[in-house]
Structure formats: C-alpha cells, structure tokens
C-alpha cells in the first residue's frame, strides 16, 4: 500500500464494514485482490493527501454503487486508466471502493417504487405556462423568476418548510436540475433514470432508464416527433455518454436517441436548449483526467455546439470551439503519441438571442500548449449556421490536466509545455452561461464570468466588445486572490443570476460567500461571506458556493458545499432562510436518502414551491441522493 492504511480515515463503521466483507460471500482473497488493484492503478489520485490531486477521494467513491464504479473503469472516464486490467481486477476494484457487492445496488424503475400516481395527467395545452423548462425560465439565462411564475414573495421565503423528498434509487450524485412545467416535476440523476413527478406530492407517472448518468435539465418542446402524429409533448436532455434523448413527455416513451460526439471522454453536462425547430447541445469533456497516464494519447477532445433538428434528432451543424484538428506533435518518454491542440469544453448552457439570431457561450481550458485562442472564451455563433462569429478570451495560455502543476513536480511528460502556461491562473474554465441583459436605456449587455473570477459586460452588437469589467478578487470586502483555483480564488463555477438591479455571484472559495454588483458600472453593490461551513470535522468540506444562483424579486437561492441552501435579500444580502440538506430524509417514494454538498444547479423556483437537489457527488463533492421540494407553510 501507498502508506498505512489508517491514512484514509475510516470512520468506525467503515472499518466495521471491511470486516465483516474480509469474512463474507466477497471473500478475503478477492477484497485484497481489488486492493492490489486499486493501489497499482487508483491510489496515486484517490487516496488521502494524493499530492496535487483533484480527484475524488477513496472515501468519497466509497458512497458510490459498486455498478457505477465498474461502469467508469470499463466504458467511461477512467476507461484508459483501467487498461490492462482484467474483468475479475475491474470487479474487484469496484467492490473494494465502494465495500459493496455487485448486484446490491437498488432499482430505479417507477414500477418499484410505492407512490405512482393514482393516473396519469397530461401537460397542458399551452407551454407558454411552463414555469421553469430547462436551465433558466427563459433564453437570457438570467435565472430570474417573475412573481407570478414563482408564486411566492421575498416576505414569505422564511417560511419556507419541506413539503416532500424523493430518493434517486442507486444514485449517488442528484446533479441534474428539475424542470418544472404544468405541475410536472422532471428529474433525473446519476443513476441513468429520469422522472416524471407530480409537482405537488412527489408520485410518479413514469420513470425511463438512459444509458449513463443524466447532469442536463430536462427540457419541454412542442411534439409532434417525426412520423408520430400522436405525440403532443416531448422531453428532451442528454448524458454523460454524450447522448441525446426525445421522449414522449406525457408517458416516457423512447421517440429518437442521438450521439452528438463519439471521443470516449464526451460528456453533456450544460442543459440543451430548444429554439424553434432546433435543439442546441454542449458538448464538455473529462478528458483532463487522462493526463497523467504516462501512456495515454494525449489529447484529442475538442469541445463544440451542435444543433440537431427537434423532431428527428438528425444534425443540422456541428462547430467545434477549436478549429484546427488535432494532429501528431511528439512521443511521452513512455512512446505515448501526443496531439494537439485540445481542449475547450463547452461546460455550460447556450445563451440564445433571439432578436440576433445568435448563440452565446462559455469554453473550458485548453488540454495542450500552446492554447487556442478560443479557450477559456465567450464565443458567438449563428443559430441558423453555426458560423462563428466573434470571440472573447478572458485567460490566454491556460493548458492545464490534473496531476499537472505550476512547478517541476509534474508526474508526466504529457503535461502542456510550462513555459507557455499563464502563471497567475490554471484551470479557469469559462463555465457559466453568458446572461443576456437589456438595460434601461435598450441597450444589452451580456454578462459573462468564470473560475478566475472576472466578470465582463460585452456588448453583443460590437462582436463581443467590453462595456465593463470587475474582478470578484479586487472587490472591497473580498479576501486577497490566490493563483490559479483553490481556497482563494473567488471563481464562479456554474453561474450568477441577474435581475434589473444587480447581477448576484456565489463564489467558489472554500469562505464561500456571494457577491452582489451593479449592472450599469460592475462595482459591489453588497458582499455577504458565507457563515461556518457545515462540516463537523469532515476533511474536504468547506462553504465553496459552486452552485448556480436562482433570483425572484427580493431573494437570490445559493447552495454550498457543505449542504446549505440559504436565500438572501437582493437589497443587502442579509440570510432570510437556510435549510441543511446534509441530512437522512423520509422520502415519498419509500426509497433510502440522504442529502450531501450542493453544487452545480441551483435551484428551481415556480408555482409556489422550491426545487433543489442535494447530492452533487462530484470531483471532491458530497454524494447524495435526493430531491427537496419546499412551500410556504
């Protein structure tokens, strides 16, 4: 072993359970077989104080179903990792993280469950009704719920009390946000399943099973889908698989199924978005993680936005946020074949302006040096072509995998050429979507910012000129900045919210805390810093809001890491409510559940009732695996 193996930390219980499986149906031999596998393969990136290291600690994979586990080592992101191992060493690896046989995890279907609606209710006729459908209410991506579609005051959030929760069964990680339209409540989690939920008590009317985990919100289109005639509404959204999906929103059924991208490392993990007859899709990318394989091709992933025609699912365009096509540069000390360029993952949902024709979006860090220009951007497209049409670079030179640092302890030789990084940030992807804005005088502004904590206004008729910048880091009652990401770099991971006052940042610093700015200048309007982190002790839990803001008239939503989801006044920031997800719940579906870290989506708000995952199991997060619904008491 890599150390004692007291250098996890198991709790008490833990290491109850490790006994009791050394003298189970897995057997001694085969735990320490998948041990011995873990160690030559895993340990250097998953144990406790790996140098360095993002990824997930062994603990934290230990909260995932032994199915999940084996499913990334042998079809997903940690595929290349996995090379060389064999069927028995991927079952024994699987069974060792998690201390859990295979076949133990839950079923997810709705037929398992105990609470199915007594029957079925159709959408309405009219989704101009719809009260949250996919990432933001509407296409600026401001996440701004008028009054009446949220049907609930500032005055009335501290009243706010949970109606009811639903347990994802075999789910680990609640990272999709719920969509609510025509009291229907749509969800879905790592565990593959989606759901059709009634908004008011949590019964289901139907369950579909994807191919991998879903991170996307689902979103709700005018059918009919090509050659159905029948089918009035249709639910779209993707995987982690890089598929897209179309199913009858009204039962579930399966109507068309499309890959967008076939690199192994694809992902969608941004929502989709439905304009007319065209669905928009992100396509982002955990090829990253392969870096410091000393024997994987790196890299080849470029990031991209595809549009598919809505009935069909046939595509229409498909452009990628790199233009030139990855090509041969030179061979690892291991005889590895290296590519480039790479990179730019597209994290975050599209922001449509209509009235343009034009499509705004964000792009991740690039995976070789030198960068493209393009990474770590805000580009614009046409809607009808895909022609690219201007771009903005917020952080040139950011080439960055994991297990590479800014000092001559890089694991790899596939680590991007060190004297062609930036070296005031790394790892700064441009994931939140770009808000479109109008302000008082007609004029729009797009509002875009990202993990290095720079917040531009760019004016979308000019090709992306800058109207106003600010720095999160530079703000009056914000703490000193530290380089590239970590505990002071007041980054935003997936987004602010904007009303017509202000645009509100929760900030990715392990303080927590959210910003508020103005929308005419970007100076501070009001800065409130996150309370005592929820933690009790535990190692890797801090008070990093993550999550992406959600703002009513009077009250902006933000979660934290630590499990708190709290409001907060839009006039000063004073807390008005929180609520600690972190907890076990009874759940209406009679399925095992408890909260973890929030991250990721915000919440939902629409007909009176808060929506909000707890359970955003990934890199460092807490696992969980339920959905909260809130209302005024």
């Not at 009260?131 to 008028?146: K, T």
């Not at 629409?606 to 696992?623: C, H, R």
């Amino acid at each position: 072993m890599n150390g004692d193996i007291d250098c996890f930390k198991l709790s008490v219980g833990t290491w109850l359970v490790m006994a009791l499986l050394l003298t189970s149906s897995l057997g001694r031999a085969q735990m320490l077989r998948g041990q011995m596998s873990y160690e030559e393969k895993c340990a250097v990136c998953h144990s406790f104080g790996a140098a360095g290291s993002r990824a997930p600690t062994r603990d934290t994979l230990g909260e995932f179903t032994p199915e999940r586990v084996l499913e990334v080592i042998t079809n997903g992101v940690m595929k290349s990792e996995a090379e060389g191992l064999t069927d028995e060493q991927k079952r024994g690896i699987a069974e060792y993280i998690t201390l859990r046989p295979l076949g133990s995890s839950a079923k997810g279907g709705a037929s398992s469950m105990k609470n199915q609606c007594s029957a079925s209710k159709a959408i309405g006729e009219h989704l101009e009704r719809a009260l949250w459908n996919g990432w933001s209410p509407d296409h600026s991506n401001a996440r701004f719920q008028s009054s009446g579609a949220a049907g609930i005051t500032a005055d009335q959030v501290p009243r706010l009390k949970l109606k009811w929760a639903f347990g994802f069964p075999g789910a680990t990680s609640a990272y999709a946000q719920p969509t609510v339209v025509d009291g229907h409540t749509f969800a879905s989690s790592d565990a593959g399943y989606v759901y059709s939920l009634a908004a008011d008590s949590g019964c289901i009317y139907w369950s579909f099973s994807a191919s991998a985990g879903v991170r996307t919100p689902i979103i709700i289109g005018d059918g009919p889908a090509r050659g159905m005639a029948n089918v009035r509404r249709i639910a779209y959204f993707g995987d982690v698989r890089a598929n897209v999906y179309a199913l009858d929103a009204d039962t579930g059924r399966l109507l068309w199924k499309a890959q967008v991208e076939r690199h192994p490392q694809a992902r969608i993990t941004g929502g989709l978005v439905l304009e007319g007859d065209r669905l928009l899709i992100p396509v982002s990318s955990l090829e990253e993680l392969s870096g410091n394989d000393s024997h994987y091709e790196c890299c080849t992933f470029r990031g991209s936005v595809v549009a598919l025609e809505a009935s069909s699912g046939n595509q229409i365009w498909k452009t990628y946020t790199i233009q030139d096509e990855p090509k041969p540069t030179r061979k690892s000390a291991s005889g590895a074949q290296l590519w480039g360029p790479a990179g730019g993952a597209v994290w975050n949902t599209p922001t449509v302006d209509t009235e343009r024709g034009e499509v705004y979006f964000g792009t991740g860090n690039a995976y070789t040096s030198p960068a493209a220009a393009t990474t770590d951007s805000v580009m614009a497209l046409d809607l009808r072509s895909g022609r690219i049409l201007w771009w903005h670079q917020v952080v040139a030179q950011d080439a960055w995998l994991i297990g590479c640092g800014r000092d001559d302890r890089a694991r790899t030789d596939h680590c991007p050429d060190r004297n062609l990084q930036n070296s005031s940030y790394f790892d700064v992807d441009m994931a939140a979507s770009p808000i479109l804005h109008q302000l008082p005088d007609g004029k729009r502004i797009l509002i875009t910012t990202g993990e290095a904590g720079l917040v531009n206004a760019l004016d979308p008729a000019h090709e992306g000129r800058v109207v106003w910048t600010a720095d999160l880091g530079r703000m009056p009652t914000q703490l000193p900045r530290g380089p590239g990401q970590g505990e002071n770099q007041p980054g935003v991971a997936f987004g602010g919210a904007v009303d017509e006052r202000a645009a509100y940042f929760p900030l990715e610093r392990h303080e927590g805390g959210i910003t508020a700015i103005n929308l005419l200048t970007g100076k501070e309007l009001w800065h409130t810093l996150g309370p005592k982190p929820n933690c009790n002790g535990e190692r890797g839990c801090n008070a990093e809001q993550q999550s992406a803001a959600t703002v009513i008239p009077g009250a902006v939503f933000s979660g934290a890491r630590d499990g708190m989801l709290r409001a907060y006044s839009t006039r000063d920031g004073k807390i008005l409510w929180e609520f600690n997800t972190k907890q076990s719940f009874e759940t209406v579906n009679g399925v095992v559940a408890k909260g973890g870290g929030l991250g990721g989506p915000g919440v939902t708000v629409a007909g009176g009732m808060v929506f909000s995952n707890s359970g955003y199991g990934v890199l460092q997060g807490t696992p969980g695996n339920v959905l909260l619904a809130f209302g005024v008491k």
